[in-house]
T-cell receptor, first 109, second 114 residues
Framework: GNSVTQMEGPVTLSEEAFLTINCTYT??????LFWYVQYPGEGLQLLLK?????DKGSNKGFEATYRKETTSFHLEKGSVQVSDSAVYFC????????FGKGTRLHILP | KAGVTQTPRYLIKTRGQQVTLSCSPI?????VSWYQQTPGQGLQFLFE???????NKGNFPGRFSGRQFSNSRSEMNVSTLELGDSALYLC?????????????FGPGTRLTVT
């Protein structure tokens, strides 16, 4: 069946560092891909999405590109802030949403 | 526009009891999905309701059930609670079927089973 694998955390970075969180997927067909973020004590928020190969999703300085050839959707940000500390989930959608396990990100001031 | 609301936010139950969780979707949204979030298993899809009918179901036992009302509000019921049912239960709504539209999540209900 379809699945999502993302790098395990926690990831700890200093403020203004470059961020990459790896995500790869297994799917039949061409599912839509998402990154969600969960701040402490809150539900999930959609961060960005891509619906077809080579699409780049972007929001709040975060970017991810749908790479069909490597079945990947890695999340990147050029300069992280303390306020980016959260748990990040990679997900794909076929007839339901399948999430990765989540990656906890800590940003140190 | 008000977001997705879930009640109660926190709940403590004893093994063997049953529990009902409620979700009110964003106004105008007709699809409601439920997810279970645990540290070990992560986020797992429970089911989706659309137009008062269950449209899709995850791999959970029959103790987990749900329903949707004509105003799109949804309830989820867990019978004969087990310790392993302790989790954050998230509800999400979308305008139409989740396969076609992005979802908006509520803050969740934290269920603790003792």
């Amino acid at each position: 069946g379809n699945s999502v694998t993302q790098m395990e955390g926690p990831v700890t970075l200093s403020e203004e560092a470059f961020l990459t969180i790896n995500c790869t997927y297994t799917a039949t067909g061409y599912p839509s891909l998402f990154w969600y973020v969960q701040y402490p004590g809150e539900g999930l928020q959609l961060l960005l999405k891509a619906t077809k190969a080579d699409d780049k999703g972007s929001n709040k300085g975060f970017e991810a590109t749908y790479r069909k050839e490597t079945t990947s959707f890695h999340l990147e940000k050029g300069s992280v802030q303390v306020s980016d500390s959260a748990v990040y989930f990679c997900a794909l959608r076929d007839d339901k949403i399948i999430f990765g396990k989540g990656t906890r990100l800590h940003i140190l001031p | 526009k008000a977001g997705v609301t879930q009640t109660p936010r926190y709940l403590i139950k004893t093994r063997g009891q049953q529990v009902t969780l409620s979700c009110s979707p964003i106004s105008g949204h007709r699809s409601v999905s439920w997810y279970q979030q645990t540290p070990g298993q992560g986020l797992q899809f429970l089911f989706e309701y659309f137009s008062e009918t269950q449209r899709n179901k995850g791999n959970f036992p029959g103790r987990f059930s749900g329903r949707q009302f004509s105003n799109s509000r949804s309830e989820m019921n867990v019978s004969t609670l087990e310790l392993g049912d302790s989790a954050l239960y998230l509800c999400a709504s979308s305008p139409l079927r989740l396969a076609d539209y992005e979802q908006y999540f509520g803050p969740g209900t934290r269920l603790t089973v003792t």
